[in-house]
Nanobody, 125 residues
Framework: QVQLAESGGGLVQAGGSLRLACQATGGTFTQYAMGWFREAPGNERQFVAATSWDGTKTTYADSVKGRFTMTRDNSKWLVYLEMNSLKPEDTAVYYC??????????????????WGPGTQVTVSS
């Protein structure tokens, strides 16, 4: 089974940019669609973006569409989340997930699938 580790989080001012990365190890990376979710204090974990196993299909939450871009590099077992025009409401812990189905492309996934430990993103106003 694949293991995941996120990186790239930090503190940024509103309007700024960050690029998150999720490194996969073990398992077979191309067996998985990949997703990004985020969880702010007191809120449920919410869908951010997802991409198919080959990167040809990508979906986004309405709240980030046009500002965030998700890509994957299957040669390096990496997925990225480029975040631009950041807003204070984007503040959250960001998690990547490896989904062996395509359900994540619909914004849904399972807690039983492999998740990373998360990386904190804080956007100051």
């Amino acid at each position: 089974q694949v293991q995941l580790a996120e990186s790239g989080g930090g503190l940024v001012q509103a309007g700024g940019s960050l690029r998150l990365a999720c490194q996969a190890t073990g398992g077979t990376f191309t067996q998985y669609a990949m997703g990004w979710f985020r969880e702010a204090p007191g809120n449920e974990r919410q869908f951010v973006a997802a991409t198919s196993w080959d990167g040809t299909k990508t979906t986004y939450a309405d709240s980030v569409k046009g500002r965030f871009t998700m890509t994957r590099d299957n040669s390096k077992w990496l997925v990225y989340l480029e975040m631009n025009s950041l807003k204070p409401e984007d503040t959250a812990v960001y998690y990547c997930v490896a989904d062996p189905s395509d359900m994540v492309l619909e914004g849904r996934t399972s807690p039983c699938y492999p998740w990373g430990p998360g990386t904190q993103v804080t956007v100051s106003s």
